[in-house]
């Protein structure tokens, strides 16, 4: 079957993440190699003249800026990430030429933090998206119109198509490739690259997002610090809040109120995070872990960790376990 070219547009932006960038790039420019032809014409694109810093320090140079005319129709958009995208000032002129471009495009996303450039011009609202996990929460705060599903490595809704952080977007492009030239080629690109056809689990397995600095009054954070170091013992309420002097209720509400969340929650984010500590660094079974780390049984301690973590213990040891000669 005769697939017309499709003009590939990758968004780069100052401070940009070079795998951001080429990740992508690369997996269109292997499906055309397994295709046969140049199904793909791969562009990148600045916000201005000039090479392109990135986050490493590396230049990158841009085939045309947002100022000029490409000549062709853009099939897909995507914009790369930078780490401060969270924090970047609004660039109107960017936002603007989205605004502008995008309705007349098929496909269009991002990858990593990426997508705040997109929700900044409201091309995201009530879209089910992915960004990377560190800034997720941040995402979703800022823009509530759009719905962030921060397990994920990579979302399609109706148009748009969002990556989770940096080597996500390879994953996202390989799925671009399936969408437009079928499972066979796709399977090869993958091969071809040493890449998971479907990643398994989602990002949650490498967030450490629950790993935070102990908050609230100086009592409640030396009362998080205990836990963090001896989750073995019991963290009842009862118990955390007869070392603060207080009664339960009042305990739990004044934790409630300036951690901002319940201190069984709390408790059991710090005996996962134990939980992964053991599992990379030991060789204790997860049942040894599960009591080091003070879950009543090996089931709940599965069951826990997989909420937290999106996959369960014995896949996390197999992707994250150091090794051991």
């Not at 098929?106 to 009530?126: H, T």
């Not at 996990?133 to 748009?160: K, M, Y």
């Not at 201190?263 to 995070?273: D, G, I, K, S």
Request: charge should be positive; glycine fraction near 8%.
């Amino acid at each position: 079957m005769r697939v017309e070219t499709k003009t590939i547009v990758m968004v780069a932006l100052p401070g940009v993440q070079l795998l951001d960038v080429s990740g992508p790039l690369d997996v269109f420019s292997e499906a055309n190699a397994q295709a046969g032809r140049n199904v793909y014409r791969l562009s990148i694109a600045a916000s201005e003249p000039g090479p392109i810093r990135s986050s490493s320090g590396a230049r990158l140079l841009s085939n045309w800026n947002i100022e000029e005319d490409l000549g062709e129709p853009i099939d897909t958009l995507l914009i790369a990430g930078c780490p401060n995208a969270a924090d970047a000032p609004t660039d109107r002129r960017m936002v603007a030429w989205l605004r502008y471009r995008v309705p007349a495009i098929r496909r269009y996303g991002s990858v990593c933090s990426g997508a705040f450039f997109l929700a900044r011009a409201g091309l995201l609202d009530g879209r089910r998206i992915t960004t990377h996990w560190a800034v997720a929460d941040r995402l979703a705060e800022q823009f509530p119109l759009v719905t962030v599903e921060e397990d994920a490595i990579h979302v399609s809704d109706g148009p748009v198509r969002t990556a989770a952080g940096v080597t996500a977007g390879l994953d996202l492009a390989l799925a671009l490739v399936e969408e437009d030239l079928g499972h066979d080629i796709a399977i090869r690109v993958a091969s071809q690259l040493v890449m998971f056809f479907k990643r398994p689990g989602g990002q949650l397995q490498f967030s450490r997002k629950g790993e935070a600095m102990p908050a609230g009054r100086a009592a409640l954070q030396e009362i998080q610090r205990w836990i963090a170091s001896n989750p073995a013992l019991d963290h009842s309420v009862t118990s955390l809040a007869k070392r603060m002097d207080l009664s339960p209720r009042h305990f739990a509400r004044l934790f409630r109120n300036e951690i901002g969340i319940t201190p069984a929650t709390w408790v059991e984010e710090a005996r996962v995070n134990a939980a992964r500590r053991l599992l990379e660094q030991g060789n204790e079974a997860p049942k040894q872990v599960a009591v080091h780390c003070g879950f009543a049984d090996a089931n709940t301690f599965r069951r826990a960790f997989a909420r937290h973590v999106g996959v369960t213990p014995a896949e996390y040891r197999k992707r994250f376990a150091s090794i051991k000669r």
